[in-house]
């Protein structure tokens, strides 16, 4: 799958039919002696957290923007909370009030941002 000089081609040849191999699971060149090691560590199931099963080398991509259980912090009181349990916690904390200290009415939380154009 690269380019080599034509003058290097049958020893090329030779040498990848001998020595190289397709990953089955992602068609990247791996040498023949370290196929098993690569399938155990790139392309084997893991359980995630959230029990999703996927490949062992996609989870960290997972953990990071897909699964359900990521670590994610609420917009109004900065906690941390799982990914899946966000928006229920926003709706509640965004319709808590606090009194404005410029004109003493209470102002929902998610509304405290744009309250100051409107004030007074």
Partial sequence: ?????LANFIVHEIHCRR???????????????EMKNHIE??????????QMKIEKSLLKDHEASACPLRPAVCQ???IQLTFN??????????????????????????????HPRVCG
């Fill in 41 to 50: 560590s790139e392309h084997v199931q893991v359980t995630c957290k959230c």
């Fill in 76 to 78: 109004y009181c900065d």
């Fill in 19 to 33: 020595n190289i191999e397709l990953c089955c699971f992602c068609s990247e060149s791996v040498p023949k002696s």
């Fill in 85 to 114: 349990k966000l928006q229920d916690h926003e709706i509640y904390c965004g319709a808590r009030t606090e009194t404005c200290g410029a004109c003493g009415r209470n102002i929902m939380v998610q509304d405290l941002k744009e």
């Fill in 1 to 5: 799958k690269r380019d080599i000089p």
